[in-house]
């Protein structure tokens, strides 16, 4: 298994700033992968956090605005850029450490933009 | 990713079996069933994984049809700590497709 952390926890941003998450992992991972999930909704997927290159977005989902980072095998970090009120959200780590096990999640990050 | 169906929400009571059932009408030949459960103000966290007939581990059971295209997640004896979301996801690979495509998930909610 992983142990995933995910820091902040949660945090209340102003419209317009930006906020960086951060998820730290206690091993290794091959793969690292961004998630949303808005208030009372299932979990969308914004990215896949590739080592050493730009992320591999899904649609929807723009560099501009989900800038993401992952420096080496266990950390990897996400920014939510010029936020709205729309963006308020719980944004999820989920790593998979390699081909044969399944995906783990960090607690997520909730994200309130006032 | 082959798309999935599954009841919005169920009941129970403590000490009955939850069984959950979930369509995936167009799963590919590769593809595998896996179930996460997730509680408020937590991620995902992994079941059970199946390819067919039956698997069982400490938490569940997963019984799936010959021809695939359903599955049931069967829980035993819950517990009202078991009130969670379930979800059933269908894809790629020997451990599944990682880029995770969650559907609308069944939300269990089990009382005393």
């Known amino acids: 298994s992983a142990v995933i952390s995910q820091k902040p926890s949660r945090d209340i941003c102003q419209r317009g700033t930006s906020l960086t998450i951060q998820c730290q992992v206690d091993?290794?991972?091959?793969?690292m992968f961004w998630y949303r999930q808005q208030p009372g909704q299932s979990l969308t997927l914004i990215a896949t956090?590739?080592?050493?290159?730009?992320?591999?977005?899904e649609s929807g989902f723009v560099i501009d605005k989900f800038p993401i980072s992952r420096p080496n095998l266990t950390f990897s970090t996400l920014t939510v850029s010029n936020m709205s009120p729309e963006d308020s959200s719980i944004y999820l780590c989920?790593?998979?450490?390699?081909?044969?096990?399944?995906?783990?999640f960090g607690q997520g990050t909730r994200l309130t933009v006032v | 990713l082959a798309k999935t169906t599954q009841p919005i929400s169920m009941d129970s009571y403590e000490g009955q079996e939850v069984n959950i059932t979930c369509s995936h009408n167009?799963?590919?030949?590769?593809?595998?069933i896996t179930w996460y459960q997730q509680f408020p103000s937590q991620g995902p966290r992994f079941i059970i994984q199946?390819?067919?007939t039956k698997v069982t581990n400490e938490v569940a059971s997963l019984f799936i049809p010959a021809d695939r295209k359903s599955s049931t997640l069967s829980l035993p004896r819950v517990s009202l700590s078991d009130t969670a979301v379930y979800y059933c996801?269908?894809?790629?690979?020997?451990?599944?497709?990682?880029?995770?495509?969650f559907g609308a998930g069944t939300t269990v909610t089990v009382r005393a």
């Open positions: 989920s790593v998979v450490i390699d081909l044969r096990t399944e995906a783990f």
């Open positions: 091993s290794q991972v091959t793969m």
């Open positions: 956090a590739n080592q050493g290159s730009e992320a591999t977005y």
């Open positions: 167009n799963i590919a030949t590769n593809d595998y």
């Open positions: 199946g390819y067919k």
């Open positions: 996801l269908v894809g790629r690979g020997g451990g599944g497709d990682y880029k995770l495509s």
